[in-house]
């Protein structure tokens, strides 16, 4: 006999956290929890204001349809369905099924937005733990994202150059998020020294047009890393050039379990990097990416330093995170199948 439920939940977010220039006061979301006999599945569905392409109100109408269905012993179609919802639906079953790996390092990559003290108090605790690695690394060493393309060019490259030159073993990864013109993104690179270019594990969606990015890629010797590029484009050669080193995979933002592990194994197929990365997700959601990357892509680190946004944890901890539990019985229950 199959049971499910469907949590609602809203958790406030730190002040000041905006999303394509839109502010951020609240993450929504939902929780499905699937039952079938003595076990039971947990997944997260939490569109991306802004970067998803489902609103909250159409993930909530499929989830509940597709739960539905499940819950009738029928197969769902998870590439008819919104990619959370999808993804939140097959990360529920593969907990049920016993398919989701149990272990996980619970590492991630800390990640500076603006803030270089901020960073080295994060390395600090994460210094001398396993490091990201991967097939284009040729030593262990510590990694970190810095943010770039929010401030002017020379504010940034002072910022890399700062943190590169205080950590000596330190590699960074970059991201971009489009907001760099072609002539920008040139100026920064070239302004580096050749020392520090290298040091530089890639560069993540420098431009708006990802053509642009690859060209300026190509005439720099810049290690570029696909996100949007990866979901927005249907061209096989931009996205799979040897240019780019890194595929950066959001399965909130992708689509379901095989559909993720069907682009990990492509990228390595390709030679490419594939790192998993959050969405926002609560602790819940991202202490299930960290065992899913354990399991698809154990020796890079993931980019799940998210849960800092958060005032709250939601019904699962994250190795020493001090925000206060609430548990996933106290949000409200809006929808349960009947039998």
């Keep these: 006999m199959r049971q499910a439920r469907i949590y609602q939940y809203t958790l406030p977010v730190t002040a000041g956290l905006f999303l394509r220039d839109q502010r951020l006061t609240q993450r929504e979301g939902l929780v499905v929890e699937l039952s079938e006999g003595a076990q039971r599945g947990w997944g997260e569905i939490a569109p991306l204001p802004g970067f998803s392409q489902e609103t909250f109100a159409e ?36 907990e049920l099924e016993q398919r989701l790996p149990t272990p996980s390092s619970f590492q991630t990559v800390p990640v500076c937005t603006g803030d270089p ?20 690394s040729d030593d262990p ?29 330190l590699r960074l990864r970059l991201d971009a998020n489009r907001r760099w013109r072609p002539e920008q993104f040139a100026a920064f690179w070239c302004g580096l020294s050749q020392a520090h270019q290298a040091r530089i594990s890639w560069i993540e969606e420098p431009c708006r047009d990802p053509y642009q990015s690859l060209a300026q890629a190509e005439a720099l010797g810049v290690p570029l890393a696909w996100d949007e590029t990866l979901r927005d484009s249907d061209d096989t050669g931009l996205k799979e050039s040897d240019h780019v080193r890194t595929w950066v995979i959001k399965p909130t933002m992708m689509g379901d379990f095989a559909q993720v592990n069907q682009s990990v194994t492509r990228a390595h197929a390709l030679g490419k990097i594939a790192v998993i990365s959050s969405s926002l997700e609560t602790s819940l959601g991202l202490t299930q990416l960290s065992r899913v990357a354990s399991s698809l892509t154990p020796n890079v680190v993931p980019g799940l330093d998210t849960l800092g946004v958060f005032e709250q944890q939601l019904d699962r901890t994250w190795p020493g995170a001090n925000q206060p539990l609430i548990p996933l019985d106290d949000q409200p229950l809006i929808w349960v199948n009947t039998l």
């Design 117 to 136: 003290d901020a960073l080295f108090a994060a390395l600090g605790h994460v210094s001398g733990g396993p490091h990201s690695g991967g097939p284009h």
């Design 59 to 94: 993930a909530r109408h499929a989830l509940i349809a597709a739960t539905a269905v499940w819950c009738d012993h029928r197969n769902i179609a998870m590439p008819q369905l919104p990619p959370s919802v999808a993804w939140g639906l097959s990360i529920a079953q593969a």
């Design 141 to 169: 060493s510590d990694e970190a994202k810095v943010k770039v393309g929010e401030y002017e060019v020379a504010r940034d490259r002072l910022m890399v150059t700062t943190l590169l030159d205080a950590i000596p073993h």
